[in-house]
């Protein structure tokens, strides 16, 4: 079993950034892919970006250049740092995992609309970040 716990959300004015922790017990140290989703009030959960046990990653095309996703093995932390952040970025952002399977092996690896919930295990609780203009 895997537990998430997510930190680090709150308010910030347009160009801020801030950066989400999550915080992972019962990961592998090989074989595993962790993504930041969110979701708005009224909008479907939208994956954020992605990152494999081997440091591959990736990003939603919302996101690219703006936000960076990270992981500490040694915390068994993971972090999505988000600069230059818009109010369009107001979400509950939520840490997920697959514990059996790199990212690159996920179903909808190579669709536009990857990370992809379908595709992840286990979920925090999230943390809101609310972006004002």
């Known amino acids: 079993q895997v537990q998430l716990v997510e930190s680090g959300g709150g308010s910030v004015q347009s160009g801020g950034s801030l950066r989400l922790s999550c915080k992972a017990s019962?990961?592998?140290?090989?074989?595993?892919?962790m993504g930041w989703f969110r979701q708005a009030p009224g909008k479907e959960r939208e994956g954020v970006a992605s990152i494999d046990s081997d440091g591959s990653t990736s990003y939603a095309d919302s996101v690219k250049g703006r936000f960076t996703i990270s992981q500490d093995y040694d915390k068994s932390t993971l972090y999505l740092q988000m600069n230059s952040l818009e109010a369009e970025d107001t979400a509950m952002y939520y840490c997920?995992?697959?514990?059996?399977?790199?990212?690159?092996?996920?179903?909808?690896?190579?669709?536009?609309?990857?990370?992809?919930?379908?595709?992840?295990?286990?979920w925090g609780q999230g943390t809101q970040v609310t972006v004002s203009s």
């Open positions: 997920a995992a697959d514990l059996y399977r790199l990212c690159r092996f996920h179903a909808y690896y190579s669709s536009a609309h990857y990370p992809h919930r379908a595709d992840f295990d286990y």
């Open positions: 019962g990961l592998t140290y090989s074989g595993y892919c």
